[in-house]
């Protein structure tokens, strides 16, 4: 009788323990699990810099317009403006006032050559006869550096960087700090910047952010 309380006090006193271990093993699971979920999945500086990079090319380089030939005035192209002025005191275009109106513009010697060399040079048909329509890069976008990556839940985070640009031999004539273009008046000189992609090329990099979430492919731009 006695051994068998004493069987059964050993049974009472050792089921709350296992209770006991059994809610100490559920509660480090569950921080285990939440601490992960937390942690989520890393993005390296590295894979943070390809996308950064790839994102910067998405809109393609600054790139100007302008025709050759008989150019007459239009809504869409001016031979008189400042653009093809500033492509004149760079030595890229010959301008020459027609007798029966328009102005005849021409590539240069130098001109053709520089312009026909670039990466992204296009030169189709006009809509007048004898005119041809020129698209010119002038600088693509580059990333300088990763500034920070901080992450807003298990599964996304927002990269901080910075990026500049890099003209070419005509975006040089571009640059709105250049003495080409402090060379016009402050209204073509807005003109410029706000019409024709005349910027501060060689100014401070700019700032940019990317939100990132990670999905089944890795990490990708967040889409709305």
Known sequence: MFEAEVAMEKRSSFLPMLLMLMLLVLIVG????????VRGTPLAAEEARAIATAALQGPGPAV????????????DDDPSGP?????????????????????????????????TALPGFKKSPGKDDGTF????????????????????????VVV???????PNQVGEAFDAGGPLVKG????????????????????DPAKA?????HGDEGWKIATR
């Open 30 to 37: 569950t921080v285990v699990f939440v601490a992960l979920q």
């Open 64 to 75: 100007i317009h302008f025709s050759t030939g008989l150019v007459r005035t239009t809504a």
């Open 83 to 115: 653009n093809y002025r500033l492509l004149e005191k760079a030595g890229i275009l010959k301008l020459t006032k027609a007798k029966k109106g328009g102005t005849q513009v021409a590539l240069t010697a130098d001109g053709e050559r520089i312009v």
């Open 133 to 156: 329509s020129y698209r010119v890069p002038l600088a693509q976008r580059q990333l300088v550096a990763i500034e920070a990556i901080h992450r807003i839940s298990p599964n996304a």
């Open 160 to 166: 901080e960087y910075t990026w500049k640009w890099i």
């Open 184 to 203: 016009f008046g402050v209204w073509e000189r807005q003109t410029l910047i706000n019409k024709y992609q005349a910027d501060f090329y060689h100014g």
């Open 209 to 213: 952010t990317l939100a990132l979430v």
